[in-house]
């Protein structure tokens, strides 16, 4: 008899969990940045494209030089060369991001670098309205040909 009310338990549980879920309403609330619990303010983000999302995408890190990584008055400058190491004009995407020591991403900014012909060099910088002090600048840099590699067109076959 204890088995038989135990399961009887059990589904008035589910079905009062599912009554309840149903309440909740819509559409999720859309979410808004707080300040933490220390009051650092929230993290910036501008960024136009999603990291890795181009076609042709290669990694370019090594295309890369950090020349400033500074504050001053109230925000960070963050600049750098990028050498183009591929054998074709290329675009660049450098994804700059301000890290704490405890690895709280402050701000991720995106800069575009384009039409930077072989073996050249192109200057960036950006401003970061951030006025968080010990920051470490990180860089992500995506290189893609300045036009899409050509396709292979195959001819139709013969009729005949």
Do not use: F
Request: include cysteine; hydrophobic fraction near 40%; aromatic fraction near 4%.
């Amino acid at each position: 008899m204890n088995h038989s009310r135990l399961a009887a338990t059990a589904a008035a549980l589910m079905v009062s969990a599912l009554a309840l879920t149903g309440c909740v309403g819509g559409a999720a609330p859309k979410p808004t940045p707080t300040a933490t619990a220390t009051g650092q303010q929230p993290g910036i983000t501008d960024i136009i494209d999603t990291p890795g999302s181009g076609a042709g995408l290669e990694g370019a890190l090594s295309d890369s030089e950090v020349t400033t990584c500074e504050l001053a008055s109230g925000a960070w400058t963050v600049a750098g060369t990028l050498t183009n190491s591929s054998a074709v004009a290329a675009n660049y995407r450098v994804y700059v991001s301000l890290l704490a020591a405890d690895g709280d991403t402050r701000a991720l900014t995106q800069v575009n670098v384009n039409g930077v012909e072989p073996s050249l060099s192109s200057p960036w910088t950006t401003e970061i309205a951030v006025a968080d002090e010990a920051l470490s600048c990180v860089l992500r840099v995506e290189r893609y040909p300045v036009s899409p590699p050509p396709t292979e067109e195959t001819a139709p076959p013969e009729e005949g």
